[in-house]
């Protein structure tokens, strides 16, 4: 497998394309947006800067990565790809339609994997006629650093597709780990009502941002708090996620806290719109708790 296409520049995509790029993948990154493409680009290139500053990579494997990736706008040019992996924002009606367009217009072999952290793969598989030839590919956020790739597999999913996937997360130094077709599969359900809970907690006066989050890392041993967490994954990531579960395991556990809807709703969801719990606006790390809450 040589040529890679990903769908969807944001927070995700862009970290999954540098990823198979550093790895000599030939990569195309496709974003609706030309604006996300433009900051999926730019993200990229400091986070190589940054990597070969740090003596991670060298400049010649900072450059060829550079090389490798292409940005696009033309749905159609990413479509010979024997690979392509979604990572639109968390919708369903939104996955269904990509991977109904993608079944209809790409080659019989092209595997099709979602980055979803919990729509059921199921469902899209349904949404094609290549059913055994759609899979999850859950990768972590920071993609370029966190090891774990969560494969999902659907009830359609064959052994060849699962065993593609599993040996290419091992090409790009992952550690592919195996789960079943669930809403939130296993990283977010036991994730998200951590972070659900700890903005109860906040919601409800038992402490403020920073206790929390520093009883989570001294206490737990976490290397973030979840609220930093939350801002990190995004908060309407979050939201959506934390949806998904309640309406597939129809369990009240999962309600999204009332805090958590009023600040996607105002448009505060974290790192990638500059405040969140913290704000971001003089620096990307955690350092100054969110005025509302400080
Ligand atoms: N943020 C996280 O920490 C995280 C971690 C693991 C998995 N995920 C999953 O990855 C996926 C992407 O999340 P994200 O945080 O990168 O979202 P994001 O909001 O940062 O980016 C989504 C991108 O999709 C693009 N997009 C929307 N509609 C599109 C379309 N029709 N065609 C092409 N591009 C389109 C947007 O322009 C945007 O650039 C979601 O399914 C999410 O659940 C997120």
């Known amino acids: ?43 990229i290139l400091r986070n190589l800067q940054r990597m070969v500053n740090k003596d991670k990579i060298t400049q010649e494997e900072a450059n060829n990565t550079v090389a490798n990736i292409k940005y696009t706008t033309n749905f159609d040019s990413i479509l010979n790809s024997e690979l392509i992996i979604e990572a639109v924002s968390e919708n369903l009606e939104l996955k269904e339609s990509i991977f109904k367009e993608l079944d209809l217009k790409c080659p019989n072999n092209t595997i099709l994997a979602s980055n979803t952290s919990s729509i059921s ?48 997360s091992k090409k790009l130094e992952k550690i592919p780990l195996t789960v079943n077709d669930f809403p939130g599969f296993i990283s977010n359900r036991i994730l998200m009502p951590m972070i ?49 579960m309640l309406n597939g395991l129809k369990n009240p556990k999962y309600k999204p806290n009332k805090l958590l809807v ?33």
């Open 121 to 168: 793969i199921t469902k899209l598989a349904e949404k094609t006629k290549r059913k055994d030839k759609v899979i999850g590919m859950h990768f972590m956020n920071p993609v370029p650093i966190m090891k774990l790739v969560e494969i999902i597999n659907s009830k359609y999913t064959s052994k060849e597709t699962t065993d593609i996937i599993t040996n290419l």
């Open 262 to 294: 009023q600040l996607v709703n105002e448009g505060k969801l974290g790192v990638k719109s500059g405040e969140g719990f913290y704000d971001y606006s003089n620096s990307k790390k955690a350092e100054f708790v969110s005025k509302r809450f400080s």
């Open 196 to 244: 659900n809970e700890a903005i109860e907690s906040l919601d409800q006066g038992v402490a403020n941002v920073k206790n929390i989050d520093g009883i989570m890392k001294l206490g737990m041993g976490h290397p973030m708090g979840p609220l930093q967490l939350a801002d990190l994954i995004g908060l309407d990531v979050c939201k959506s996620i934390l949806e998904v």
């Open 1 to 43: 497998m040589k040529n890679i296409s990903v769908i969807g520049s944001g927070t995700m995509g862009n970290g999954i394309a540098q990823t198979f790029a550093l790895f000599n993948f030939s990569v195309t990154l496709y974003d609706i947006s030309s604006e996300s493409l433009d900051k999926g680009e730019k993200t």
